[in-house]
């Protein structure tokens, strides 16, 4: 299976508050690049993100971000 990749750690907290998992995280402890499996419901959930389509728990993306910051701090 190939991965979708992303830098923008809005995206990845969007898509992952949509229910889809990071399934790893490469980082130098200020930025990551978040790696997801790569499947057609996703790219779905991508598109919509940039297109202002997609409706995520805002809690739940709010939560995400700062799991994700801390994610990417500890990764050193």
Known sequence: MQDF???DIGLAAAITAADF????????????????????ELLKAVNEYWDGSLFVNARKMFENIKIIKGRVRSSL
């Open 21 to 40: 998992k990071i399934s790893r995280i490469e980082s130098d402890g200020v930025k990551g690049t978040f790696y997801f499996d790569k499947t057609d």
């Open 5 to 7: 990749k992303t830098t």
